[in-house]
């Protein structure tokens, strides 16, 4: 079974310094990772994504995610957090080598981000 | 484009009432997927489809029915609501079915089963 630990529930941070949402992932085979942003009231939004190749990801907003194999993680970064960037982070797995249909997106419980001016 | 659209966005039911959710999506996308999010636990699978006419369960699907009549359209009904659905609903799509495709969200549907 596929499963996603985001091991802090909330990540304070002063504005200006830089971020870091920590992720690790189970799967049997290799990941699809993902990481989704949501704010207050709203849905998630796609932030990036990693499939294969660099183990760098660059996504929106200025987010990056670094993919490491050995270690299992998945920790998304921003060097210079805004205050605009407080919101739910969400780090989600997929197996690859599972092809049907009903390969589900597993969530982690998500990381509350707060930016403080 | 509007994307993933989701009606309504707030509601309030009784127990033993039933109500469906209307999700919507103008990107021809043949995967969508309906989830709910509870507080520490993420976002859980409820039921999916494939395409038109095609639909399977996920990991919580007990209480609620789907059906995909058209690609755009991925209802999902509350046959008699229970508290324990008290939840925030999520529909979703994607471009085909492979596992590296993005999933793209509606805004969420806030439930309360009173």
């Known amino acids: 079974a596929q499963s996603v630990a985001q091991p802090e529930d909330q990540v304070n941070v002063a504005e200006g310094n830089p971020l870091t949402v920590k992720c690790t992932y189970s799967?049997?085979?290799?990941?699809?990772l993902f990481w989704y942003v949501q704010y207050p009231n709203r849905g998630l939004q796609f932030l990036l994504k990693?499939?294969?190749?660099?183990?760098l990801v660059k996504g929106s907003y200025g987010f990056e995610a670094e993919f490491n194999k050995s270690q299992t993680s998945f920790h998304l970064k921003k060097p210079s957090a805004l205050v605009s960037d407080s919101a739910l982070y969400f780090c989600?797995?997929?197996?690859?080598?599972?092809?049907?249909?009903?390969?589900?997106?597993?969530f982690g419980g998500g990381t509350r981000v707060l930016v403080k001016p | 484009n509007a994307g993933v659209t989701q009606t309504p966005k707030f509601q309030v039911l009784k127990t033993g009432q039933s109500m469906t959710l209307q999700c919507a999506q103008d990107?021809?996308?043949?995967?969508m997927s309906w989830y709910r999010q509870d507080p520490g636990m993420g976002l859980r699978l409820i039921h999916y489809?494939?395409?038109?006419?095609?639909?399977d369960q996920g990991e919580v699907p007990n209480g609620y029915n789907v059906s995909r009549s058209t690609t755009e359209d991925f209802p999902l009904r509350l046959l008699s609501a229970a508290p324990s659905q008290t939840s925030v609903y999520f529909c979703?799509?994607?471009?085909?079915?492979?596992?590296?495709?993005?999933?793209?969200f509606g805004e969420g549907s806030w439930l309360t089963v009173v």
């Open positions: 979703a799509s994607s471009y085909g079915v492979s596992s590296g495709n993005t999933i793209y």
């Open positions: 799967v049997s085979g290799n990941p699809y």
């Open positions: 989600a797995v997929r197996d690859s080598s599972i092809k049907a249909a009903g390969n589900k997106l597993t």
């Open positions: 990693y499939i294969t190749g660099d183990n």
């Open positions: 990107m021809n996308h043949e995967y």
């Open positions: 489809s494939v395409g038109a006419g095609i639909t």
